[in-house]
């Protein structure tokens, strides 16, 4: 069965420094996400991405992150100056087509700031 | 506003015991609802979902009813078993977005 698939599992790195997690969707999916968790609290709408633009992006998502998808196949979130407060657990999901449809989740990426 | 409320776990169940989990919604209109499950080390999987107003969403056992009424969705299951210890997140759509509750821990014992 198709799945997401996200790498790194685990990331960490120094406050300041720039990180990139990637993401590989259900390849005939069109309709992209990124979500975090951080430790104790709520999943939490980042960003949405469809036909290489960002669709919609929440007040988290300030000018320290971008998403690509720089090919076919991945897609990509970067943080560019990471802060303490960035260490979470990041989720990438993505859809096929129709508003309301399915998303399906990656296994998430745990990014610790030190 | 759109959010989700569930209620606070953790829950701790013997195998075979009766699981309710409840969750409470507040969303403008009526957007679809969703059960997703995270098991130990892994991402988050649909569960079941349902679409509409007395809409029953089913999988492995586990069942929600989509209660316009009482804003509700609240999941349960028969007999659970020690394979469903993981955490469970109940969600609705708005504007393309998922919007979750804080999650609640299920622990089954032997």
């Known amino acids: 069965e198709p799945e997401v698939t996200q790498t790194p599992s685990h990331q960490v790195t120094q406050m300041g420094q720039e990180v990139i997690l990637r993401c590989v969707p259900i390849?005939?999916?069109?309709?992209f996400y990124w979500y975090r968790q951080i430790l104790g609290q709520k999943v939490e709408f980042l960003v949405s991405f469809y036909n290489n633009e960002i669709s919609e992006k929440s007040e988290i998502f300030d000018d320290q992150f971008s998403v690509e998808r720089p090919d076919g196949s991945n897609f990509t979130l970067k943080i560019r100056s990471t802060k303490l407060e960035d260490s979470a657990m990041y989720f990438c999901a993505s859809r096929q087509g129709a508003p309301g449809e399915t998303q399906y989740f990656g296994p998430g990426t745990r990014l610790l700031v030190l | 506003g759109n959010s989700v409320t569930q209620m606070e776990g953790p829950v701790t169940l013997s195998e075979e015991a009766f699981l309710t989990i409840n969750c409470t919604y507040t969303a403008t209109g009526y957007p679809s609802l969703f059960w997703y499950v995270q098991y130990p080390g892994e991402g988050l999987q649909l569960l079941l979902k349902a679409t509409k107003a007395d809409d029953k969403g089913s999988n492995k056992g586990f069942e929600a009813t989509y209660r316009k009424e009482t804003t509700s969705f609240h999941l349960e299951k028969g007999s659970v078993q020690v394979s469903d210890s993981a955490v469970y997140f109940c969600a609705l759509i708005h504007t393309d977005k998922l919007i979750f509750g804080t999650g609640t821990r299920l622990q089954v014992f032997p």
């Open positions: 390849s005939n999916h069109l309709y």
